[in-house]
């Protein structure tokens, strides 16, 4: 989601390019349609009253991102595009290119399969949200049918991209800083599980942890978050949702959440930064596709 510059514009490039394209898991194991999601509300009244996120109009987001420019693309997929743009770092208003602080604007696909629920779960969490190893939401703008979430942009990109994607942006990480990223991204599931109100994170793989120029992993996409089980329950019962090859066998058979699925999930990314493998290759020979079995 909050990405480095796309570099060729073959689908997959960006940081959360298959994160609702075919791979979003329910309980019949079908794509979430946007029939699936509730009415479009017409307020803000459903974003949390303590949000200190700052609310963008249409037109300040139009003229940061050089009106959605095609060239300004980070990143596009099920839910929208994502483009790159510039706000002044204290007024947030909207600067010249190269100007200011880099922003990554998530336009939201009307048609898309991304659809207000899991636009206003991003908002909620992740202004209620605050950890080294989670990315920073900076504001959003809901104006009439149009939802955007504006994010710190992460330069790096994606680890899918460093771990799948060879070129000379996309650099081969070394072993130390595979363990960083690694443990980064476990700090910051870590945070979510341990958090006074627990979080299951719900869809963590390797192209929603972003890393910023200093390769420091940070969590992104909270749009299948859950809030984790209260009192003497030892899970949520949950529509299943998530990726192939990442989501919990016992979540796929029982759609009982818990936070172990989103450790289930950790280890799975743990194996494709070690073997180098995805954790499903429909290019490989039959009966190999998953990397975990």
């Given at each position: 989601?909050?990405?480095?510059?796309?570099?060729?514009?073959?689908?997959?490039?960006?940081?959360t390019?298959?994160?609702?394209?075919?791979?979003?898991?329910?309980?019949s194991?079908?794509?979430?349609?946007a029939?699936?999601?509730?009415?479009?509300?017409?307020?803000?009244?459903?974003i949390?009253?303590?949000?200190?996120?700052?609310s963008?109009?249409?037109?300040?987001?139009?003229?940061a991102?050089?009106?959605f420019?095609?060239?300004s693309?980070?990143?596009?997929?099920?839910?929208?595009?994502?483009?790159?743009?510039?706000?002044d770092?204290?007024t947030?208003?909207?600067?010249?290119?190269?100007?200011?602080?880099?922003?990554?604007?998530?336009?939201?696909?009307?048609?898309?399969?991304?659809?207000?629920?899991?636009?206003?779960?991003?908002v909620?969490?992740?202004?209620?949200?605050?950890?080294?190893?989670?990315?920073?939401l900076?504001?959003?703008?809901?104006?009439?049918?149009?939802r955007?979430?504006?994010?710190?942009?992460?330069?790096?990109?994606?680890?899918?991209?460093?771990?799948?994607?060879?070129?000379?942006?996309?650099?081969?990480?070394?072993w130390?800083?595979?363990?960083?990223?690694?443990?980064?991204?476990?700090?910051?599931?870590?945070?979510?599980?341990?958090?006074?109100?627990k979080?299951?994170?719900?869809?963590?793989k390797?192209?929603?942890?972003?890393?910023d120029?200093?390769?420091?992993?940070?969590?992104?996409?909270?749009g299948?978050?859950?809030?984790?089980p209260?009192?003497?329950?030892?899970h949520?019962?949950?529509?299943?949702?998530?990726?192939?090859?990442?989501?919990?066998?016992?979540?796929?058979?029982?759609?009982?959440?818990?936070a172990?699925?989103?450790?289930?999930?950790?280890?799975?990314v743990?194996?494709?930064m070690?073997?180098?493998?995805?954790?499903?290759?429909?290019?490989?020979?039959?009966?190999?596709?998953?990397l975990?079995?």
């Amino acid at each position: 989601m909050i990405l480095a510059p796309r570099r060729h514009a073959d689908a997959g490039e960006d940081s959360t390019h298959d994160s609702r394209k075919g791979n979003v898991l329910s309980s019949s194991s079908s794509r979430v349609s946007a029939s699936s999601v509730p009415p479009t509300p017409r307020s803000e009244g459903e974003i949390l009253t303590s949000s200190n996120l700052k609310s963008f109009t249409f037109n300040e987001l139009r003229t940061a991102t050089r009106n959605f420019r095609p060239d300004s693309v980070l990143g596009e997929g099920g839910f929208g595009s994502v483009f790159k743009g510039w706000i002044d770092e204290h007024t947030l208003a909207a600067t010249k290119p190269g100007t200011g602080i880099t922003i990554a604007v998530k336009k939201l696909n009307q048609e898309g399969f991304q659809g207000h629920k899991e636009w206003l779960a991003e908002v909620n969490y992740l202004s209620q949200l605050s950890h080294p190893n989670l990315v920073k939401l900076i504001g959003y703008c809901l104006e009439d049918e149009q939802r955007l979430l504006v994010y710190e942009f992460m330069s790096r990109g994606s680890l899918e991209n460093h771990l799948f994607r060879r070129s000379s942006y996309y650099q081969p990480l070394s072993w130390n800083l595979r363990m960083k990223v690694a443990l980064g991204a476990a700090k910051g599931l870590a945070f979510l599980h341990s958090s006074k109100a627990k979080v299951i994170y719900r869809d963590f793989k390797t192209s929603n942890v972003l890393l910023d120029s200093n390769y420091n992993a940070k969590l992104s996409d909270f749009g299948l978050a859950k809030d984790g089980p209260t009192g003497d329950k030892s899970h949520v019962s949950t529509r299943v949702m998530g990726t192939y090859g990442y989501a919990a066998p016992e979540y796929l058979a029982t759609g009982h959440l818990t936070a172990k699925s989103d450790v289930y999930s950790f280890g799975v990314v743990l194996l494709e930064m070690l073997t180098g493998r995805r954790a499903i290759d429909k290019n490989r020979p039959t009966g190999e596709y998953k990397l975990v079995e």
